[in-house]
């Protein structure tokens, strides 16, 4: 029986209605800054996307655009500004930045409670070590997905294929903090394809089109694809769905799947940030 299709653009879309009828409840709307520097064109489009979606649930919209040209100096400046401005909620760098820019050490100036993102080293800390803080929104979203579809995490064996900061390493905390048995496999894995068909759940982020096949996928697994590939074709993902689908229980689809809900969950972080702050203050009066 072909799989279930997890339908990331349906999820994303009651998220970001959650999300705003949260905004819709709070005395002052969140603010995001989104920080853009210089000119590029992929960058420019995601950093529009957010832009909507933000100002779409209500919040507001506080970009920065800067100059491909602008100093370590000057954007660690602004960092702090927005670090200290009350009316930010949310600051979010948009990566890759140009060349001469050292991005870990602006990264490193924002403040863990308006990280957004989840993708500084306190951020990753405070994951690691299991404390209150904000998620990496992809891997975050993907337990969402999960969650959503039914999937038990307990004591099952997921396998997250890829150990990046911006997705593996967090996926497979975020797995392990949900009692799953938790492997990962990253590209000096040996048989990659006889770890993932032990997998309950595989998630699969390496950025190679196509490298996970029915071959590799138990029958009635959950697979969640997180690569997005642009080919001849058209896009793809690191799964191939069409073969995998005819294995699998459920599957997630490339475009429509994870890439929704890393933005959904851009903006639910906000949310959340908004919420950390207003327990801080309550907690130092
Ligand atoms: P992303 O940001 O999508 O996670 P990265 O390029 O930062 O992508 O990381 C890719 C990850 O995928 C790395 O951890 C790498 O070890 C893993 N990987 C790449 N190729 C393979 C492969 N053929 N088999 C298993 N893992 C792989």
Redesign the pocket.
């Known amino acids: 029986m072909p799989a279930t299709v997890i339908d990331g653009r349906a999820l994303a879309a009651r998220l970001r209605e959650e999300v705003a009828t949260q905004v819709a409840s709070m005395q002052e709307p969140p603010g995001l800054a989104t920080l853009l520097v210089g000119d590029d064109a992929a960058s420019e489009i995601y950093v529009r996307n957010k832009r909507r979606l933000c100002t779409q649930v209500g919040m507001r919209d506080l970009h920065r655009h800067l100059p491909a040209d602008v100093s370590q100096g000057e954007l660690a400046a602004i960092i702090s500004d927005l670090n200290a401005d009350p009316a930010v909620t949310g600051i979010l760098l948009q990566l890759p930045l140009p060349k001469h820019l050292r991005a870990d050490d602006l990264l490193a100036l924002i403040d863990p409670d308006k990280d957004v993102d989840g993708l500084t080293e306190a951020s990753a800390g405070r994951l690691a070590l299991g404390k209150p803080g904000l998620r990496p929104c992809t891997p975050s979203g993907v337990i969402r997905m999960l969650d959503s579809a039914g999937v038990e995490l307990r004591g099952r064996h997921a396998v997250v294929?890829?150990?990046?900061n911006?997705?593996?390493k967090p996926q497979a905390q975020l797995l392990l903090e949900r009692d799953a048995t938790v492997s990962i496999?990253?590209?000096?894995?040996t048989d990659?394809a006889a770890i993932t068909r032990t997998a309950d759940v595989l998630v699969v982020?390496?950025?190679?089109p196509h490298?996970v096949g029915a071959d590799a996928v138990a029958p009635g697994a959950t697979v969640i694809d997180?690569?997005i590939h642009r080919t001849d074709t058209g896009l793809c993902g690191d799964v191939d769905t069409a073969a995998v689908a005819e294995v699998a229980g459920a599957v997630t689809p490339v475009p429509g799947g994870v890439g929704p809900m890393t933005i959904a969950m851009l903006l639910w972080n906000t949310v959340e940030a908004a919420r950390l702050r207003s327990a801080a203050t309550a907690a130092a009066v």
């Open positions: 294929v890829g150990r990046s911006l997705v593996g496999c990253h590209r000096h894995t990659l982020a390496a950025g190679v490298l997180v690569g």
